[in-house]
């Protein structure tokens, strides 16, 4: 009776658009909606999550990989050995190991990959993750040894991620546009501005994987991402870009909806270097000004929890500093009068694409608008904010939700965007990196939260929250983000 | 005595408007707007730039006539501004059509030859492109704004009137009068001026009207797209974006600014059809 109905529905569908409905397709293929294009396909040479949400775990893998729980785990290392001192790391490799072009993975490759992401000259988005790492030596084909220079805590994990795979010699160079890599699934064909195609890798050393063919469909759009899975034009949308609709597709028998959380810290990012905002009480004046509440309510519809520094919320280490700057008008109002702006000034705020920066970029410029600050809105595409934003530094303020895990680091980079320069706040961090015992790590991760929220680097608004909606047939996705990942190797429908 | 006669006819037209429904009713509808959008310059019942979160997606009631957005602005009192941006932008783009327009059309009918035929092709040349096709270029390549979607939309603006008006001078020129005109020794600009531009205004005044709807329909296109009015001040063709997200539970949000749209458009063009009755005396005597 139900398949009865969903085949009439469907029928329905397909006449009234004109097209042949994905729902009659096999269930063998997947179809996964993202909001954002990756700007290319090769994740060692990319900050876009959306680069990550297509290929991490699926096309790529590293020595070891982040499971749906944020563990570390095993991939093409497949165990490995720490020295007393915690600076020599022996990873024996898993053998017979192909990538898709049919070349052999073995321990040069790693050298390869490895050296060539913590290159001076390496484009790689995350460096910070090799930056512990003296040489890379190769003993035999099937064991490498990776020696750091100081003891380094986050190692293992740092290797999981998706800057940090294997990639060949042989086809590194074409990875933007034809990735190949040796995980479950090959790279099909990239049809751009419309959708990527992954099939099955049946030479695959791991458990093989129950969808065949995997098809990520680019959908900017907030109502055409409702509409295409009410249609069954897509099966799955993991990061649901309309918070609004949640309760609707929580309604419906026929879906699947997850409220799960996110390494995503939503800041109001601010240039640190220009002025006025090089100014603490001015960036003081703005923590002030910004209501978290009405930002989480207005912007995403009550999903989120409000942050007061850079670090989520569910890490042990997290420090509730949400009310270390309550919102205060006249608080804010007398901080900018301190910093010699009584009658505020004139910014720009620049916003990308989500939801929730063009929505929660209104509310904040109207907050700001109450202590005088006027700020003009830029809505720029996610290229444009890559370019001008990340790349330039030609802002003054910004929403963008960092969803890396764990990248409080980015903070010790006076060359990253924020330009933030502070150097015991960078003596905290390289500390961190040093240390290996978690009680340690623990009490410097939470310094590192106060000094960022002492010094009101940029806005912290909320946690992103991810909202999962997918086909109640559907079972094996990801719950959480513990990295940006839409990892299918636990994908199947339900019989 | 020419000019006598064209008061004559004006007052005629009048007479002729007055008596026919559909202009009246446009003229009342257009008005009303009109009304509506000056009234928002002093007073609004409330802040449409103030975002009060927690009146969010209230329905319609008698504190908020139209109901409540997503961030708790009252709706009616965007649809007042919304009103005011989208007749500014729509007046000064049509203005910039006729402004450079008509000039070049009469001044193509008045010399000919290879003038006019310069002309004439590039104005096909402009009008090839969809009109909003090309208000969307513009506006992508000089950035988002209500000044670049009034350029925009004025640009493609200009070849309307140039090509209607040049038309509507190409029937005047061969009359009688304008042959005394010419014999009495009057410059080809003059009489451009003095009785050419005089006797093409009615079909002028009547295409104003029409692309005045056309203008308010391409900004709030422009807006749903994202590339006109930008927030805080509030656009129709932006809040119908807004809204889409959120008709399953809120449907007010669309509706208000949807029927402020269509109700604007239908008067303009009610506005034009009967300006068009009145003006043209065939059309007349054959209802």
């Not at chain 1, 790492?133 to 990776?146: F, H, L, Q, Y």
């Not at chain 1, 750091?148 to 800057?163: E, I, K, Q, R, V």
């Not at chain 1, 330039?392 to 933030?420: C, M, N, R, W």
């Not at chain 2, 994202?226 to 509706?255: K, V």
Request: charged letters at 20%.
């Amino acid at each position: 009776m139900r398949s009865h109905t969903k085949f009439l529905a469907a029928a329905v569908c397909a006449s009234a658009m004109m097209l042949a409905s994905p729902s009659f397709a096999a269930k063998d293929t997947i179809i996964i909606g993202m909001a954002l294009e990756p700007t290319h396909l090769d994740p060692t040479a990319g900050a876009a999550a959306a680069i990550d949400e297509v290929l991490y775990a699926n096309v790529f893998e590293g020595l070891t990989r982040i499971n749906r729980n944020g563990e570390v785990k095993p991939a093409l290392a497949e165990s490995w050995s720490v020295s007393d001192d915690g600076k020599t790391y022996n990873f024996k490799l898993r053998t017979g190991v192909k990538y898709h072009d049919g070349t052999d993975f073995n321990a040069d490759d790693v050298k390869f990959a490895i050296d060539r992401a913590r290159d001076k000259d390496s484009t790689n988005a995350q460096k910070g993750l090799f930056k512990a790492i003296e040489s890379v030596d190769v003993v035999d084909a099937a064991t490498v040894k990776i020696t750091l220079s100081t003891p380094a805590g986050n190692f293992l994990f740092n290797m999981g991620w998706g800057d940090a795979v294997i990639v060949a010699p042989e086809s590194a160079e074409g990875n933007k546009a034809n990735p190949v890599g040796t995980g479950p699934y090959k790279f099909a064909k990239w049809n751009k501005g419309s959708s990527i195609e992954l099939v099955k890798n049946d030479g695959y050393w791991g458990n093989p994987v129950a969808i065949n063919k995997a098809i990520f469909r680019i959908i900017p759009d907030a109502a055409a991402a409702v509409t295409s899975l009410l249609a069954g034009d897509v099966d799955a949308f993991p990061n649901f870009p309309s918070p609004e609709a949640i309760p609707q597709f929580q309604a419906d028998p026929r879906f699947t909806v997850i409220l799960g959380s996110t390494e995503g810290e939503t800041v109001l990012s601010t240039n640190n270097k220009k002025p006025p905002f090089d100014n603490v009480k001015v960036r003081q004046a703005i923590a002030h000004a910004i209501d978290r509440k009405a930002i989480i309510d207005g912007a995403m519809f009550g999903m989120g929890t409000p942050i007061g520094s850079h670090f989520a919320p569910h890490h042990p280490a997290y420090v509730d500093l949400v009310n270390a700057y309550p919102y205060d008008v006249a608080k804010a109002k007398s901080l900018l009068a301190e910093a010699g702006f009584p009658d505020g000034f004139k910014a720009t705020i620049k916003l990308p694409p989500p939801t929730y920066a063009r929505r929660g970029g209104e509310i904040i410029a109207a907050s700001l608008r109450e202590i005088g600050i006027d700020l003009e809105i830029i809505p720029v595409e996610w290229a444009q904010w890559i370019d001008q934003v990340f790349k330039k530094k030609d802002y003054d303020l910004s929403i963008v939700s960092h969803t890396e895990p764990q990248d409080i680091g980015i903070y010790a980079d006076p060359k990253y965007y924020f330009q933030y320069d502070n150097a015991e706040f960078q003596a905290i961090i390289k500390k961190l990196n040093e240390t290996v015992d978690t009680k340690a790590r623990y009490a410097l991760m939470r310094d590192a939260q106060k000094m960022l929220s002492k010094d009101a680097v940029n806005g912290f608004l909320f946690q992103l929250a991810k909202a999962g909606v997918w086909s109640a047939d559907l079972e094996g996705l990801w719950e959480n983000s513990p990295v940006q990942a839409n990892d299918l190797t636990e994908v199947h429908w339900k019989k | 005595m020419n000019k006598d006669i064209e008061v004559e006819s004006w007052r005629h037209i009048l007479q002729n408007a007055l008596t026919n429904r559909s202009f009246l009713l446009g003229a009342i509808i257009s008005g009303a707007i009109i009304l509506m959008a000056l009234l928002s310059l002093f007073w609004t019942p409330y802040d449409v730039t103030k975002l009060v979160i927690v009146n969010r997606l209230k329905m319609p009631s008698a504190e908020f006539w139209f109901g409540t957005d997503h961030f708790g602005r009252d709706i009616f009192s965007m649809v007042m501004v919304g009103a005011r941006n989208s007749i500014a932008v729509a007046l000064v783009a049509v203005g910039i059509g006729v402004i450079i327009g008509v000039p070049l059309g009469t001044w193509a009918a008045a010399k000919r030859g290879f003038v006019d035929e310069a002309l004439m092709r590039f104005n096909d040349l402009v009008f090839a492109f969809p009109a909003l096709l090309s208000a969307v270029i513009i506006t992508a390549i000089f950035g988002p704004g209500a000044i670049n979607a009034i350029i925009a939309i004025g640009i493609f603006n200009i070849p309307v009137f140039a090509r209607l008006s040049r038309g509507a001078a190409l029937s005047i020129w061969p009359r009688e009068y304008i042959m005394a005109a010419r014999v009495a020794g009057k410059s080809r600009t003059r009489i451009t001026i003095e009785h050419i531009i005089p006797n093409i205004a009615n079909i002028l005044i009547v295409q104003i009207t029409i692309q005045f709807s056309l203008g308010i329909l391409a900004e709030a296109g422009l807006s749903y797209v994202g590339l006109g009015t930008q927030p805080p001040l509030p656009s129709w063709g932006r809040m119908l974006f807004e809204a889409q997200t959120m008709m399953s539970f809120a449907p007010h949000m669309a509706i208000f600014p949807g029927l402020a749209i269509v109700i604007t458009v239908l008067g303009l063009n009610l506005l034009g059809d009967g300006l068009r009755d009145a003006l043209d005396p065939r059309l007349r005597r054959s209802r």
